[in-house]
């Protein structure tokens, strides 16, 4: 199979390394010159195409790695320059499918959104790791006018690297990330400026201190990097839209409970939310079922090197963790979520070592 | 100095036991006889009291420990059976110190409101444990019939605990944790649910896959236990329902911003928000500045172990950790809060051991 990527990123070069790795002859190419002759100098990719048409012409699978806002224009070059099938890999995926088929109705077909779940730290071509799709979740976009082998074609490379494709219609995918990403985002950062309004200034600042691990769990995506998102907001701006009314409209409703001291819909709420968030399921190479362990910990050095340790000398890969201030103070928690499998013998060693756990299956 | 405690339960417990050690003759009661017995009987209080008076008169300072609900009527009878000074634990302040004012003009000025921000996950006098006050935020809330002596009185034992004393209005503190605490859980509670609902019923669950680390997040609070919160939302209500309506006001305004395209305004909130979280205090013994460590690390067991055991072997007390999802996938990166000083030597161990950290100072 002759494949190519178009916009060698943190996303196209790591997909370049995966695809070499795995024996593929890949083209490369990115309007900056520069990073396509770095990566072709690293491996990356086999070869540097010289055109944006020399690596689409006489391809089969094209795919594009470009910034989401120049992903139509860049497919509808690419179809155009007979590549017979291209996918994409941006986080927006409804204006970008539906761009597509309204300006190249007959080829649209050859044409599969699709948006890996996957990301790094690093950005750029310096953060290209081959190793980074694999246990993530894949999400492809067909339409009802997408081309089956099209689809087969691209679900079948984006498996070989050890991703699960997921199919979902362009707007379900969108609004789904609306959901659970960006109204995420929007939401931590407006919190945290709330809080930090109400302190007030520097002299009032330490009365931020009351603020424990809840509120530092809920605004820690704020700390992310804020350049990304005026363009992902103007992207999928409706989904965005549409989602924070739904927030909106349902804090309203909470809050006219806790007007209303309507304690019996308060707690039928937050049942519900605990059950929703309890069965979330876990991204990753893992299988489930999950158990999480919750171990109460003293706040001083060697204790989570020695409760770590533990698990990786029998084996135990720790799926997620984190030190969780349970309440309001400084005492910690330390949360584990491990895979079932092992996790009786993972106990007997804390038992051993004078750790209390408590553990909890999770889906 | 003679001291009492009125509801021997986790915070009383703890109590208990950290001014036993101290030295101190503690008096204990509770309205529940089996718990009052066994507090005596592990050594947490030094004498059970024979009823609310017996354990308030006579004692210069008597800590009411019971349900906030039931905190007015407590302290009432505790200055009425003639304690010096009497302080309480409970998680909001307006309601109670008014109650007491209101009922008791002529001795109010020896009530000094409080709150430790400590908590554990254990539940109960199982939980108690004499450490639990050391390096918490203890907030008192005098008001302008405070008697000095009363609430240095306070001040002075609470500061023996090894906590950390902030006086700020009783009013100021309601507002404070339903903006850092309890909106929070709400709004998180909500987020889940309405994640939850928009990825459907069984059949559409594994959606819930897109739901990376932020998310993940920004929704571990709702998964705590739901039935304190009815009793927290009735007592704090106005503060909450004023907190929740500048909330929403702020939403609206974003999402305003989101369907308007204006990318400068959505980065200038985004910024100001990160800037906020960044400078976000540190609750907790260890005294600042502190470094943020981000380090990538692959997916696999002992990675942690070998990371946390490096800053254990050179004394360096991991005040945080968290692995991060960074963006949308499976690999993780390791975020790590450590004290500025002996973070150089630890990063040169994690250098040596091939880890590749990049680190930032926070305040």
Redesign the interface.
Known sequence: MRLSIIGVGLIGGSLGRALVRNGHDVSGFDANEERLQSAVARGFVSRAASSLADAAAGHDIVFVGVPVSSVPTVVIEALDAGAAVVTDVG?VKASVVEAVERARPETAPRFVGGH???????EGLDGA?P???????W?LTPTATTDPTAFTAVQGVVRSLGAEV?A?HPT??D???A???H??????????????E??GSADR????????????????????H??I???I??EN?DA??R??????R???E??D???G?D??G??A??????D??????I???EEGPFAEL?I?V?????????V??????I????V????????????G?LVLIVPMRGVEQFEGALDAAGYRA?RRTIA
Request: charged residues 20%.
């Open positions: 986080s890996p779940m996957a990301g790094s730290e690093q790791d190793d980074l799709f694999e246990g993530a979740t999400v997921v979902v379900d995918h609004a789904l990330v959901t659970v990403s109204v995420p985002h929007l939401a931590a950062g407006t919190l945290m400026l709330l809080a930090s109400q302190a600042g330490p009365l931020l201190r009351l603020a424990a691990g809840g509120f530092r769990d809920m605004t820690r995506i704020a700390a992310g804020p350049g998102w005026p363009d907001c103007v701006r965005i839209v989602a924070l009314d739904e927030y909106v349902a804090l309203v909470i809050r409970r806790v007007a001291e304690r019996d308060l707690l709420s937050l049942e519900r939310a605990r929703a968030r309890t069965n979330l399921p991204a990753g190479l919750r109460p003293p706040d001083r050095p060697g204790v989570l090197a020695e770590t340790t533990l698990a990786g000398q084996g135990v890969n720790i997620d963790l984190e030190i969780a201030h349970s309440s309001e103070g400084p005492e928690v408590s």
